[in-house]
């Protein structure tokens, strides 16, 4: 699943060329995606200009002039296409202006596309219990101590709660976590404020090296320009089960089973 360094790069990339510009043209190819496209999409999305795009934990946001915004998430395999030279089975929701054409290619369909009015857009219920941006000003240690606070679950589980913090993917919570010295093992209300204080910080530098880098290109993840990420050439720990730590202390990557999901860490430099 793109996580939120492959969203951001996504927006980034769409902004380059949708941003200030009219849309005259929406397609739908088909009715829906994980879930009915909105009824009034097309219509509410045709002569609106776009005012500017962001995003919200691993949801992308399109703004417009009308004070409506369009919501879209990637699910499983989506990508946004920009000028492709061919059209393709999957391309679901087509927006073209002027001068381009943005395709919504989701060959497994478990993505997603919303219509909010602006104002509302925190208050809608999938964004109104996210917690803190990781790399907002809200990501701090003080906000992690409290959230932690007399908690025994393990801290890579309640890294990966929305609640807690928004966004953050199993990915870049391995690789923070290992940055900043930590088992993904231990109860989050046991690790210290010394700890959190190197997290902080590890978890923005990992997600804005791959931002830099252009997203993990993990499975189908692939940049709107189509270009591939290369951040997956620098993981340390994530996939890395029984090679070396690359800190030269004599370890091994260990995997565990965390909620159903893997876990990788060094067990001689993560405490």
Same mark, same amino acid.
Request: proline content about 6%.
């Given at each position: ?147 932690? %606070? !007399? @908690?025994?679950?393990?801290? $890579? =589980?309640? *890294? #990966?709660?929305?609640? &807690?913090?928004?966004? /953050? ?18 109860? %989050? !209300? @046991?690790?210290?404020?010394? $700890? =959190?204080? *190197? #997290?902080?910080?590890? &978890?923005?530098?990992? /997600? ?37 730590? /690359? ?25």
């Amino acid at each position: 699943m793109p996580e939120l360094p492959e969203v951001e790069t996504t927006v980034r990339g769409l902004a380059a060329f949708l941003e200030g510009e009219t849309i005259v043209r929406v397609t739908q190819n088909r009715p829906d995606l994980r879930r009915p496209f909105p009824p009034d999409l097309v219509q509410a999305l045709t002569g609106a200009k776009v005012t500017s795009l962001g995003r919200r934990a691993k949801y992308g946001l399109i703004h417009t002039d009308r004070d409506r915004t369009m919501v879209f998430h990637l699910g499983m395999s989506g990508r946004w296409r920009i000028d492709p030279e061919r059209a393709e089975k999957h391309d679901h929701l087509v927006i073209e202006t002027a001068g381009h054409r943005f395709t919504l290619n989701d060959a497994r369909r478990f993505g997603s596309v919303d219509l909010i009015d602006t104002p509302s857009l925190e208050s809608w219920p999938a964004f109104a219990a996210l917690g803190p941006e990781p790399l907002g000003p809200g990501l701090t240690t003080a906000h992690l101590k409290a959230a932690f %606070a !007399g @908690r025994k679950q393990a801290i $890579k =589980l309640l *890294l #990966l709660d929305q609640r &807690i913090v928004a966004g /953050l993917g199993n990915i870049y919570v391995c690789e923070a976590l290992f940055r900043a010295g930590i088992d993904p093992r231990k109860a %989050a !209300g @046991r690790v210290s404020r010394a $700890k =959190l204080e *190197l #997290l902080v910080p590890a &978890i923005r530098e990992v /997600l804005e090296q791959s931002i830099v880098d252009g997203g993990s290109t993990l499975r189908d993840y692939a940049r709107p320009d189509g270009e591939l990420g290369y951040f997956a050439t620098r993981f340390a720990v994530y996939g890395r089960e029984d090679q070396p730590c /690359l800190q030269g202390d004599g370890g091994k990557i260990r995997r565990v089973v965390q909620g159903g999901r893997s876990s990788w860490f060094c067990p001689r430099c993560q405490r």
